[in-house]
């Protein structure tokens, strides 16, 4: 019997990646992400589908919390208990300190910290109401965090802030979800080959006057041990890890997968 797990925001770049890995790993996979990005979410779906797996697309802005009931109860209709919980959806902003509005703060918060913290929150009251975790079979909640939730970069201020506290967040709900038999973990990507980390290379290189691309080059050449940007497939690696057996002595973790910027 496969086990179940939602990715939100998986319609693109690390989000489908760690959809797609979950399914080669033996998961059935609800695909989540916002209306604007539902052609997208199907097509991953169908993907997965075509790996011999199950798949269903639910809809949800997870800044939302109704909205992210009602996507879980549509997973669980669709595809029965639910097993793990990646709570990968984020957006990010490059913006000086000083320039940051009040709306700023409150939309990254609201995305990338409220919205994992649903995720978690929903996840939780659903797998403790099914009764499917034990000690020997943990259910997971995972979270997306990143190398700036242990050193912030400039310019990516709240963004940096924001992932801070998914950190913090993780390891607050692994001490509490443990009676539960819930391991929590996230997982810290660096930088990677995807529209986000194109939108903060074309914002940085506006701010120091570099053209497309060399800001991203320059820090993978200055900043990462093994000299290149990771893609969306490294990250995924390790949420396979984070979702399997192997890790359900792990839990309260904030584990980087960055090439080598970061050493914890």
């Known amino acids: 019997m496969g086990r179940h797990a939602i990715v939100t925001g998986s319609s693109r770049g690390i989000g489908k990646a760690i959809a797609l890995r979950l399914a080669y790993d033996g998961y059935d996979v609800t695909i989540n992400d916002v209306l604007a990005n539902k052609a997208g979410a199907e097509e991953t779906a169908e993907e997965i589908r075509k790996l011999g797996r199950k798949s269903t697309v639910a809809l949800a802005d997870v800044s939302k919390f109704a909205e992210v009931e009602q996507m879980i109860q549509t997973a669980v209709k669709e595809l029965g208990n639910l097993d793990t919980m990646v709570a990968n959806a984020g957006i990010a902003q490059v913006k000086a300190l000083l320039d940051l509005t009040e709306e700023d703060f409150q939309r990254m918060f609201s995305v990338n910290v409220f919205g994992v913290n649903n995720c978690y929150k929903a996840a939780a009251q659903q ?75 074309e914002e940085l290189g506006k701010k120091q006057g570099a053209q497309k691309g060399e800001t991203i080059e320059k820090y993978s050449r200055e900043l990462i041990a093994l000299g290149r940007t990771s893609v969306p497939e490294d990250v995924a690696k390790l949420v396979s890890f984070l979702g399997s057996p192997d890790s359900d002595y792990v839990t309260g973790q904030t584990q980087v997968v960055d090439g080598g910027i970061i050493f914890t």
């Open 127 to 201: 797998i403790i109401k099914q009764g499917t975790a034990s000690a020997e079979h943990p259910a997971k909640l995972i979270g997306a965090a990143s190398i700036v939730a242990f050193k912030p970069f400039a310019l990516l201020s709240h963004y940096s802030a924001s992932k801070w506290a998914v950190r913090g967040l993780t390891q607050a709900y692994a001490m509490e979800m443990a009676e539960h038999h819930i391991t929590v973990n996230a997982y810290a990507p660096g930088i990677v080959g995807t529209a986000m980390w194109d939108l903060i290379d």
